[in-house]
């Protein structure tokens, strides 16, 4: 059997002295593939206003995750995505450009 040996106090503060991450752009890297790209959610009219723009146009992408559906469109070099849930409005966010500091 493969028994692992408890975790002692020097252990603890090995963990506690070493860094998650070398240099920030790691960590931004991390939370990146956590949280996705950088968005604003758009409300009141500048959302009703963009709303009645998609409207217009088709989405090059569209995904279906069986909770919620979302559409994504390009207007210019702005792109925008349209998440759909099924007991709620819809949420329109507007994706922000990347910062690659």
């Known amino acids: 059997?493969?028994?692992?040996?408890?975790?002692?106090?020097?252990?603890?503060?090995?963990?506690?002295e070493t860094p998650a991450f070398q240099t920030p752009a790691e960590a931004k890297k991390l939370l990146?593939?956590?949280m996705g790209p950088p968005r604003r959610t758009l409300?009141?009219?500048?959302?009703e206003h963009v709303m009645t723009m998609?409207?217009?146009i088709e989405p090059f992408e569209e995904s279906n995750n069986q909770n919620s559906w979302t559409s994504s469109y390009r207007i210019g070099?702005?792109?925008y995505q349209?998440?759909?849930?099924?007991?709620?409005?819809e949420i329109v966010d507007?994706?922000?450009p990347e910062d690659d500091e």
């Not at 059997?1 to 506690?16: E, F, K």
């Not at 759909?84 to 409005?89: A, L, M, N, P, Y």
């Open 32 to 34: 990146r593939k956590i």
């Open 43 to 47: 409300i009141g009219q500048e959302r």
């Open 1 to 16: 059997m493969n028994r692992r040996r408890p975790m002692t106090d020097a252990d603890w503060a090995v963990i506690r």
């Open 94 to 96: 507007q994706m922000l």
């Open 77 to 79: 070099d702005t792109e």
């Open 82 to 89: 349209v998440t759909t849930f099924f007991d709620s409005e």
């Open 54 to 56: 998609l409207a217009m």
